[in-house]
């Protein structure tokens, strides 16, 4: 009896989500206005958390019965079979937890042979993404669920500190595990930590806080209690950070306290996201080409702080400033020593700062 093959899994799934997402949308609109304070706004965020629930089954159960139809069909071996497997994502702790497995690609890969840093933080990005469509709250844009989406509201990088302990290689299999939790009134927090899939080694610690933006003015908004009430089943309720806070202000650099400075940096089209602004792996980039090749040469970046100012969108200009931080400028100026330094990254238009930074280099031997 000839065997035939289920349909892709993800082409099943994105038809289910839809079709949850769809329910989801069409119960919260009409000629009655939802309250969720009511019990039926309670019983609707009830019956999405249980949709939730029931997909996340599918996708495990359609996972292993796509696997073993590639069996029967001797598409693949076991080797193979097993890495189909560990690169789909799944969820631990109820939801709470995400776990997603990534291939180091060669175009990943910088000067040295190692993954680069916007590399890696593209591998952040991604699995914080996945996490949010696993439990099925992705409605458009980066992350936004459904009533963030009613609302024109999106996510957008606040903070970001990173620490990297070890840089993969071409061909290298890394572990990313992700969750998060509420941060203050109006933000949320992600952290994530990322190891060595064979080993088990540590290689980077991350924290970054988002808050909500609304695309349409451009401002700032409140953590909406309607999206605290469709994230209740997926943010831890308390974790600490996985990284210590570093609370040193950043300073602010211009033409006179800079020892560095870059013009003539463009932003184009291709450096926007879907969000129509340019994504904050591109913020890193920048700094970065400003960064000394004196110190890239002989040192690697082992940590990073971000904070980011102002948004950037296309056509826009802008300057790279770089300067040692002046505990290095006294006593850390050899190749075998930590260096810090300081970064801004501003508007030429008006000299807006659109983002402050600092980074830490270790020497690569």
């Known amino acids: 009896m000839a065997l035939h093959l289920a349909a892709p899994r993800s082409s099943i799934l994105n038809k289910q989500e839809m079709c949850i997402s769809q329910r989801i949308s069409n119960s919260t609109t009409g000629n009655m206005k939802p309250n969720l304070n009511n019990h039926t706004g309670r019983l609707k965020i009830k019956l999405a958390n249980v949709a939730a629930e029931n997909l996340i089954k599918l996708n495990k159960a359609m996972n292993k019965l796509e696997l073993f139809c590639w069996k029967q069909a001797g598409k693949v071996d076991e080797n193979t079979v097993n890495h189909v497997d560990i690169f789909s994502g799944r969820l631990f702790k109820g939801g709470r937890v995400f776990q997603q497995h990534f291939l180091i690609r060669s175009y990943e890969l910088g000067p040295d042979s190692k993954i680069s840093v916007g590399a890696l933080v593209n591998l952040l990005q991604e699995s ?90 451009r401002k700032l908004s409140k953590f909406i ?113 930590e260096i810090e330094m300081d970064h801004t990254l501003r508007l030429v238009e008006n000299g807006s700062q659109i983002l402050r930074a600092r980074t830490v280099w270790m020497p690569r031997n």
């Open 128 to 217: 914080a993404l996945n996490h949010f469509k696993s439990v099925v709250l992705v409605a458009e844009g980066f992350g936004s669920t459904p009533e963030m989406s009613k609302r024109n509201l999106i996510w957008v990088v606040l903070s970001m500190q990173i620490v990297i302990d070890s840089y993969s290689s071409w061909g290298d299999i890394v572990q990313v595990e992700t969750w998060s939790c509420a941060s203050g009134r109006h933000g949320a927090r992600r952290d994530w930590l990322v190891r060595d899939y064979n080993t088990g080694k540590t290689l980077l610690r991350a924290v970054c806080v988002y808050v909500m933006l609304n695309k349409k003015t």
């Open 225 to 337: 209690q309607e999206t605290r009430e469709e994230t209740k089943g997926m943010f831890m309720d308390h974790c600490d950070p996985i990284i210590e806070q570093d609370c040193r202000k950043l300073r602010d650099l211009d033409f006179d306290t800079a020892d560095y400075i870059r013009t003539g940096l463009l932003s184009n089209w291709t450096d926007l996201d879907v969000n129509q602004h340019v994504n904050h792996v591109k913020y890193i980039d920048w700094i970065l080409e400003n960064a000394p090749e004196s110190v890239v040469e002989t040192h690697k970046l082992s940590a990073m702080r971000l904070e980011f100012r102002k948004e950037c969108g296309k056509n826009s200009s802008l300057q790279s400033l770089c300067a040692l931080a002046r505990e290095t400028h006294e006593t850390e100026t050899d190749d075998d020593r």
